[in-house]
């Protein structure tokens, strides 16, 4: 429901909401570990990392519910740089919500991280090898996300692959990764939908990459 809401204040009322959700998220996601004490009760509780991590999971969210709407009042490539990469690098017990939610993030922003793809390739293939599941099929999603054709950004692959323009030159640094990430996670993943992902999106980059993903199927 309050995404439904977000979504709507945004369509109607981009000029209003949109500098008022990314201000809010922004100082969010700058101040993880100062946020407002819950009010008292019968037995308070302190405000502890977890409603941190659930803030910045929300913010995240938040910003990238409506990407198009969002980009031209957010710096994405910032929020990548400052934000992103560190979270999803974080590997304190408890955080994969928030690890989730950054790679998320990657996926719906794509088109806007063209100008640093080594920086999203490395973070979504590091995503892909994260030892929480979940996070891991995160990631996977992030390949699908991208509805634009740009093909130096992992995160829109299965579209780009089966684009003319695709660039194998983008992808081969990170191709021994790619392969050897999704190989693993192929039999991590339980369900037939997550193994059906797993296999079109290994199977479409093979087929545009060929020359160059030769040396790495051998791994």
């Not at 369509?11 to 101040?31: E, H």
């Not at 659930?54 to 929020?79: K, Q």
């Not at 974080?90 to 939610?101: A, D, E, F, L």
């Not at 929480?132 to 390949?143: F, R």
Request: proline share 9%; aromatic share 6%; charged share 15%.
């Amino acid at each position: 429901m309050a995404e439904t809401v977000l979504i709507h204040l945004l369509s109607q009322r981009l000029d209003v909401a949109g500098p008022v959700v990314v201000q809010l998220c922004v100082q969010i996601l700058s101040s993880p570990h100062s946020l407002t004490p819950l009010p008292p009760s019968p037995a308070p509780a302190p405000v502890t990392d977890a409603h941190a991590m659930l803030a910045r999971e929300a913010a995240y969210r938040a910003l990238g519910i409506a990407p198009f709407e969002m980009a031209p009042h957010l710096n994405v490539l910032s929020i990548l740089s400052t934000h992103v990469l560190p979270d999803i690098a974080n590997n304190t017990p408890g955080y994969h919500p928030v690890r989730r939610r950054a790679v998320w993030f990657i996926g719906s922003f794509a088109e806007s991280f063209a100008a640093v793809a080594p920086m999203a390739y490395s973070a979504i293939v590091s995503s892909l090898k994260d030892g929480d599941i979940v996070v891991a099929l995160s990631a996977l999603e992030a390949l699908n996300k991208c509805n634009s054709p740009l093909p130096v950004l992992i995160s829109s692959l299965p579209v780009v692959a089966d684009d003319c323009s695709f660039e194998k030159a983008a992808v081969q640094p990170f191709l021994n990764d790619i392969v050897s990430a999704l190989s693993a996670l192929l039999f991590r993943a339980r369900d037939t939908d997550s193994l059906l992902r797993i296999i079109n999106v290994t199977s479409i980059l093979i087929e545009r990459s060929q020359a160059i993903v030769a040396p790495s199927s051998a791994h």
